[in-house]
């Protein structure tokens, strides 16, 4: 009798799991994804609520305490290159697990925004920003990236992250072709960013990179005085930057240290400046975020001491038709 009772029992879940199935058909298991962005797609029948969607363990639709549904199709930004695997799993109505993965290769240098998080953390296929387990980075500002995928004048460029190929200059005033950067021969920029969202300063992206002369840069987040960069926050010492061959736009990714409080509605300022008299780097512009009237939230200072220009001024107006690029991520 119980033997009876225990084949009925798997017949009926037999029954039961009949038409109801998760299948990733792309990208398909054994492949090399050459290219992202990279659609995630994938059939489902007799699976309620939403069905949960993890890379290399990580899952991706638990985050800050909400569940999102990136759903059938929806676009892996920021895979970084080497082996993974894709997981789609959930339940049917009577609680039986479905699931499908997928094991496959991103090709190097297929992932022009992808890039190493701190320690302890991963890069979220989907947003592009650090997690650590369910808790991300929230994007405070940004003129570039991932969230301007949808917009027009992110697709009528050709840039694989939704910005500009022309650039601003970052000079000592003892550099090399500066002038053809800034048609100054001494630069330090500022611009200033009203957080969306509250929280502790994370990282900072910019599309940032050297020249020529010294590789010694600079970047500093400051509060605002009065329209201008005041009480330095956070400092962040830049050496060794990676030259920025056109037209590579990869943006550079700064981390904090010290996670300065950031608030929604109050003014403050990301500066960056070379720290050596010869030093010569570049900062892409962004596609669409033009200066307000009379550049007073594009700023760059034009002397300095020694060739080297001082994060305290004199500032001035950018001249300028569109501000840097940049993105201020907090936690």
Request: proline fraction near 8%; charge should be negative; aromatic fraction near 8%.
């Given at each position: ?24 058909t792309n990208p398909p298991n054994g492949s090399t994804v050459a ?278 001024g004199p500032w001035v107006p950018a001249t300028a038709v569109l ?9």
């Amino acid at each position: 009798m119980r033997a009876r009772l225990q084949l009925l029992a798997a017949l009926l879940s037999v029954a039961l799991l009949s038409g109801c199935s998760i299948s990733i058909t792309n990208p398909p298991n054994g492949s090399t994804v050459a290219t992202l962005p990279q659609p995630l797609q994938y059939t489902e029948s007799g699976v309620n609520g939403v069905p949960t969607i993890s890379l290399d363990g990580n899952d991706l639709t638990d985050i800050n305490g909400q569940t999102f549904q990136w759903g059938s199709g929806g676009l892996m930004f920021t895979i970084p290159p080497g082996s993974h695997s894709v997981t789609v799993s959930g339940q049917t109505g009577w609680n039986y697990n479905v699931s499908d993965t997928s094991n496959f290769t991103v090709a190097a240098n297929a992932c022009p925004l992808c890039y190493a998080c701190p320690p302890g953390q991963f890069l979220h296929a989907f947003m592009g920003l650090c997690c650590t387990g369910n808790k991300c980075d929230m994007q405070g500002f940004s003129n570039f990236g991932l969230s301007l995928f949808s917009a027009p004048i992110c697709s009528s460029s050709q840039s694989n992250d939704c910005m500009n190929q022309n650039l601003e200059g970052l000079c000592g005033g003892q550099g090399t072709g500066c002038s053809g950067l800034a048609n100054m021969a001494i630069q330090m920029v500022a611009v200033s960013f009203s957080p969306q969202q509250s929280g502790a300063l994370a990282e900072i992206q910019v599309p940032i990179g050297w020249r020529n002369g010294a590789n010694a840069f600079q970047a500093w987040i400051t509060s605002d005085n009065a329209g201008k960069p005041g009480t330095v926050l956070e400092t962040f010492p830049l050496s060794n930057l990676r030259t920025l061959p056109f037209p590579d736009t990869t943006p550079v990714h700064i981390f904090s240290a010290a996670h300065p409080a950031l608030t929604t509605g109050t003014n403050y300022w990301l500066v960056i400046g070379p720290t050596g008299a010869t030093a010569v780097g570049s900062w892409n512009l962004s596609l669409g975020d033009s200066p307000a009237a009379g550049s007073s939230n594009f700023l760059v200072n034009v002397t300095g001491t020694n060739g080297v220009p001082s994060i305290n001024g004199p500032w001035v107006p950018a001249t300028a038709v569109l501000r840097p690029a940049f993105e201020i991520d907090v936690r």
